[in-house]
């Protein structure tokens, strides 16, 4: 079975640009998460959706951040226009709906994003 | 304010020893407990986890203990191995109606041969 992907695996881009993250979840996931870790501190959580719905955006942190999930399968997150503090590695991760409820969510290996 | 708390940055164990982690927490809503894996260029791994109404939760080498009272978790792996060494990142989830996780700074793990 595949693990959650995560594309691109490295991003480096100049403050002011645009950048779109993506994230295909395991098939037959409803719950699809997305976090973020800055350098040296915890790794955050940004948002949830279920399918296609967005169950819980707290996390994100200013309306430069924009995720959609269209069709409830895989998700993109959006930063535009990216800033320095963006800088950090993106996690995605899904689970079902009975581990989502454990907490038992399975990652990818992250998109790694510099901002310069 | 963290609410979920690793204090140790590092941890080094002979292999065979016992590697004991560290986790405290403040939020008192917490349900359920997690331990996540994870080793470089990778995302974090379930290891183990444990719900608030448990004390202790074992899965081979990996036993998880819980004080409640206390607000303090803590993992135990046993024997330790060298395939072990990795940072190690204590989670929790209130599981009321988001089921987001909030993660510590984790603890590097090296188990030294």
């Known amino acids: 079975e595949a693990g959650v992907t995560q594309f691109p695996s490295h991003s480096v881009i100049e403050k002011g640009q645009t950048v779109t993250l993506r994230c295909d979840p395991i098939s037959g996931h409803d719950n699809l998460y997305w976090y973020r870790r800055v350098m040296g501190k915890e790794i955050k959580f940004l948002l949830h959706f279920v399918k296609e719905s967005k169950q819980d955006e707290s996390g994100m942190p200013n309306n430069r951040f924009l995720a959609e999930r269209t069709g409830g399968t895989y998700s993109t997150l959006k930063v535009q226009p990216a800033e320095l503090e963006d800088s950090g590695v993106y996690f995605c991760a899904s689970s079902d709906g009975v581990a989502g409820r454990t907490g038992e969510q399975f990652f990818g290996p992250g998109t790694r994003l510099t901002v310069l | 304010d963290q609410q979920v708390k690793q204090n140790s940055p590092s941890l080094s164990v002979q292999e065979g020893r016992i590697s004991i982690l560290n986790c405290d927490y403040t939020n008192s809503m917490f349900d359920y407990f997690l331990w996540y894996k994870k080793y470089p260029a990778e995302g974090p791994t379930f290891l183990i986890s444990?719900?608030?109404?448990?004390d202790k939760n074992e899965d081979g080498r990996f036993t998880v203990f819980l004080n409640k009272s206390a607000k303090h978790l803590s993992l135990h792996i046993v024997p330790s191995q060298p395939g072990d060494s990795a940072v190690y990142f204590c989670a929790a989830s209130d599981g009321a109606g988001s089921y987001q996780l909030t993660f510590g700074k984790g603890t590097k793990l090296s188990v030294i041969p």
């Open positions: 444990i719900s608030s109404i448990k």
